[in-house]
């Protein structure tokens, strides 16, 4: 019996250990947004003496606002053209046996495995001759591109074993493949687009490297280009840089805590 | 039924295929021209350059043949850059997947209760982004003001003298705590849902055999996840040729390219530099390297699911 006890306690301290190590930089990160820049030198552990918000005041005059509005309306166009777009495709693979549109599935399949960093040079000369810099607009289709080959390999696992018979129904009823599509299987995948959308969210949230590239003017910038710029201009000011991160990670934290049910089946997707 | 019918019959049935055809046509199109132009044609453009040589200003392109890859093998920055990412590669192996799945075993079978607060906690960091990320950690790792040097300092330990990432001994190691603070969850997520899908019964009867606790998780859990474990261990090694955001947001490749990866070597070679053909030449590198290990996960993952 005590043979199991010890093995709990040393369980759930494990456990608890690792949560404290993951809480305790980002609770660092809140007290020193509210410290003075005076302050987060003479005592870096404690916790602040007097709650001051102007740091946040600085932090906000970067442009926050600005990076916080263009990653949410790049994210949520480029999630929106990943979901139709490789849901279509999907569709049409799952349902044909021709030897072209194998090949064709491998086009995709092959393009999941090529990552941005791998084209940077061809892609960035590409873009920039197109006239994306410091476009969002035109962000958003090479960030939808990177997320449908993954996309479609998910939706068609899924339309494989989506029943036929309401399908069967529609055709009945004179529908053609576009029309079944949209609107007998696409209302039908609730769980698959969830699923597929979070996933995307979260990365296309995240992605740094070509909105680095691709969006230079500080009106054009998310929040992850954004808060380098906001530690260029606030090299010595950590309190400001800090309440900048704050307002960065806390609403994307808040959303996670609020659905992590569905964040956490969308990540551990990735293993099936 | 009359011959007319049937004509007529069969005429429908050719009209109605090629509806079928070209409505499948119109909706892979998006799909597929997407993919062409912004992942295919640039990959094949990548491995084109390589052999050239050109600057993003000039519409030169000298052709140099295979001179950028002999200045690969006879450039020792590039042979680091390689090596460090080995180094996050099997470091974060060891860490993510290793601590991942101790993790995963203990809120599966351990810990009932509470499992979903601690869960939502180590998995949190996957969400925010790697560049906000780098920068919390960059303050606490600071010299100067850092709560790391304080604490080590509170313990009677000296902290480094150059620093946490001013020291080319030290910040190798840094970046991979910093990446494991990050992934481990995710990993630690993954593993869960495979654990998650093995029957009850076989704990059940293996600990009539007295198969339980350690023993168990060897001889049952290890085996049952084994395609989860070799999918996360892909993830992760991919993960770790392909990192960027944390070495350039950390570091820099810094201090004196001790740092340096093939993501950030090639950006610092092309949008630095100016040396296009050499950028493309490491880019090919990494990509000869993705494909294969993207091509591994998903015949596993693949098996893993039927």
């Known amino acids: 019996m005590t043979r199991f006890r010890i093995a709990n306690v040393v369980m759930y301290g494990f456990v608890s250990l690792w949560s404290l190590c993951i809480l305790a930089p980002l609770a660092w990160m809140v007290f020193a947004a509210f410290k003075s820049r005076r302050e987060i030198f003479t005592d870096p552990l404690g916790l602040p003496d007097t709650i001051t918000f102007a740091s946040f005041g600085r932090a906000w005059d970067v442009g926050m606002a600005t990076f916080l509005l263009n990653s949410a309306l790049i994210t949520v166009a480029a999630v929106a053209i990943i979901v139709v777009v490789s849901g279509m495709a999907a569709y049409v693979f799952a349902r ?18 090529v990552p941005v960093q791998a084209v940077l040079v061809p892609l960035f000369q590409m873009l920039s001759a197109a006239g994306f810099i410091n476009s969002q607009a035109a962000v958003v289709l090479p960030y939808a591109a990177y997320g449908i080959p993954f996309t479609t390999i998910l939706f068609y696992a899924f339309f494989l074993d989506f029943p036929r018979e309401l399908e069967e129904a529609a055709r009945l009823d004179g529908a053609g493949r576009f029309a079944t599509f949209f609107r007998v299987i696409l209302p039908l995948s609730g769980p698959a687009i ?12 995240n992605e740094f490297l070509l909105a680095l590239l691709l969006l230079t003017r500080p009106a054009t910038r998310t929040l992850p280009v954004g808060i ?18 704050t307002i960065a990670v806390i609403p994307i934290l808040v959303i996670f805590i609020l659905a992590q049910k569905y964040f956490v089946r969308s990540m551990a997707g990735l293993g099936k | 039924m009359t ?26 199109t998006p799909a597929i021209g997407l993919i062409s132009i912004f992942i295919i044609i640039p990959a094949a453009l990548a491995v084109f350059g390589s052999f050239f040589q050109f600057s993003t200003t000039s519409s030169n392109w ?39 799945t101790v993790l995963a075993a203990i809120l599966d079978r351990g810990l009932p209760r509470a499992a979903t607060v601690f869960r939502t906690i180590i998995f949190a960091p996957m969400v925010v982004s790697t560049v906000a990320v780098a920068l919390i950690w960059l303050i606490i790792l600071d010299p100067n003001i850092g709560s790391l040097n304080a604490l080590v300092r509170g313990v009677g330990l000296t902290p480094p003298q150059l620093g946490w990432l001013g020291d ?48 168990a998780f060897w001889h049952i859990t290890l085996p049952s996840v084994r395609n989860v474990l070799i999918v996360a261990v892909l993830i992760t090694t991919i993960g770790g040729f392909k990192v960027f955001d944390l070495v350039y947001a950390t570091t820099g490749g810094g201090p004196a390219n001790s740092t340096q990866v093939l993501g950030t070597y090639a950006y610092l070679q092309a949008f630095t530099l100016q040396n296009m053909g050499y950028a493309n030449t490491i880019s090919v590198v990494l990509l000869i390297i993705a494909v294969i290990l993207g091509w591994l996960q998903l015949r596993i993952s693949r098996r893993a699911g039927s």
């Not at chain 1, 046996?97 to 999941?112: I, M």
């Not at chain 1, 606030?234 to 800090?242: E, Q």
């Not at chain 2, 011959?3 to 892979?28: E, I, N, P, Y």
């Open chain 1, 96 to 113: 044909s046996t021709s030897f072209w549109l194998r090949l064709l599935y491998l086009a995709v399949v092959a393009g999941f495995a």
């Open chain 1, 194 to 205: 969830a699923s597929a959308a979070i996933f995307q969210a979260v990365f296309i949230w």
């Open chain 1, 228 to 245: 380098m710029q906001l530690r260029g201009e606030y090299s010595s000011d950590w309190p400001a840089v800090m309440a900048g991160l």
């Open chain 2, 3 to 28: 011959q007319h019918t049937r004509a007529f019959r069969s005429k429908d049935r050719r009209r109605a295929d090629l509806a079928a055809g070209l409505s499948s046509a119109a909706m892979l």
């Open chain 2, 62 to 100: 000298t052709w140099v043949g295979l001179d950028n890859y002999a200045k690969a093998a006879g450039d020792p920055i590039f042979w680091t850059a390689l090596r460090n990412n080995a180094i996050i590669v099997i470091g974060s192996v060891i860490l993510q997947v290793g601590f991942g």
């Open chain 2, 168 to 215: 080319p001994n030290v910040a190798m190691w840094m970046i991979l705590v910093i990446a494991a603070w990050q992934y481990t969850g995710f990993m630690m997520v993954l593993i869960l849902a495979g654990l998650q899908g093995i029957p009850k019964e076989l704990y059940e009867a293996a600990s009539l055999d007295g198969a339980i606790g350690l023993k």
